[in-house]
């Protein structure tokens, strides 16, 4: 089974800032990796999806890179409305899906 | 625009059994994936079972394989997720989520909360 990890597992910013998340699978998963939002009580929302691709209406200061087991997802420039939790996910051929333990982000 | 309502949690005994729904509007139904997504309190989120857009497929996390059944009536464009043996562990908030191409969760419900307590 894929273990996913995500770092750190909790960050404080100043709004503006340049925020990065980082996740690492235990083996190659390719470009198998979504990103995820979840503000406090609300349904999660898809931002990346195959690595890098933004989800269409997604604000473009969130973006995304890597492949294989190495991944970053980036807001260029943080907002008090992007205080949320972030997953990572994988997803394999089946389709299962594996996420990440999450990453919260607030505002310093 | 796609519109995902869950029903039928509410609070049952651990070892009775709970049938979830997930209603789907505003797209086609028939052509995507679902799947069934839950949050315990105060933790992360865990994908439970998933099914083809046919219904000809499924998968389980192994957390639930054996014990809960995910379904669809595509001519209803409603999703199912029948929970039997309950386990104080299966307490959560459960989410149905579409899958526009077998690869990730594109829409998602309110969510429907499940507590199994004595």
């Known amino acids: 089974d894929i273990q996913m990890t995500q770092s750190p597992s909790s960050l404080s910013a100043s709004v503006g800032d340049r925020v990065t998340i980082t996740c690492q699978a235990s083996?190659?998963?390719?470009?198998?990796l979504n990103w995820y939002q979840q503000k406090p009580g609300k349904a999660p929302k898809l931002l990346i999806f195959?690595?890098?691709n933004l989800e269409t209406g997604v604000p473009s200061r969130f973006s995304g890179s890597g492949s294989g087991t190495d991944f970053t997802f980036s807001i260029s420039s943080l907002q008090p409305e992007d205080i949320a939790t972030y997953y990572c996910?994988?997803?394999?051929?089946?389709?299962?899906?594996?996420f990440g333990p999450g990453t919260k982000v607030d505002i310093k | 625009q796609v519109h995902l309502v869950e029903s039928g949690g509410g609070v049952v005994q651990p070892g009775r059994s709970l049938r979830l729904s997930c209603a789907g509007s505003?797209?086609?139904?028939?052509?995507?994936?679902m799947h069934w997504v839950r949050q315990a309190p105060g933790k992360g989120l865990e994908w439970v079972a998933g099914?083809?857009?046919?219904?000809?497929?499924?998968n389980y996390a192994d957390s639930v394989r054996g014990r809960f059944t995910i379904s669809r009536d595509n001519s209803k464009g409603t999703l199912f997720l029948q929970m039997t043996s309950l386990r104080a562990e299966d307490t959560a908030v459960y989410y149905c989520?579409?899958?526009?191409?077998?690869?990730?969760?594109?829409?998602w419900g309110q969510g429907t909360l499940v507590t199994v307590s004595p």
């Open positions: 989520a579409s899958d526009r191409s077998s690869r990730l969760l594109d829409h």
């Open positions: 505003g797209f086609t139904f028939r052509n995507y994936g």
């Open positions: 099914i083809w857009n046919d219904g000809r497929n499924q």
């Open positions: 083996h190659d998963i390719s470009n198998y």
């Open positions: 195959g690595a890098s």
């Open positions: 996910q994988n997803y394999d051929s089946l389709p299962i899906f594996t």
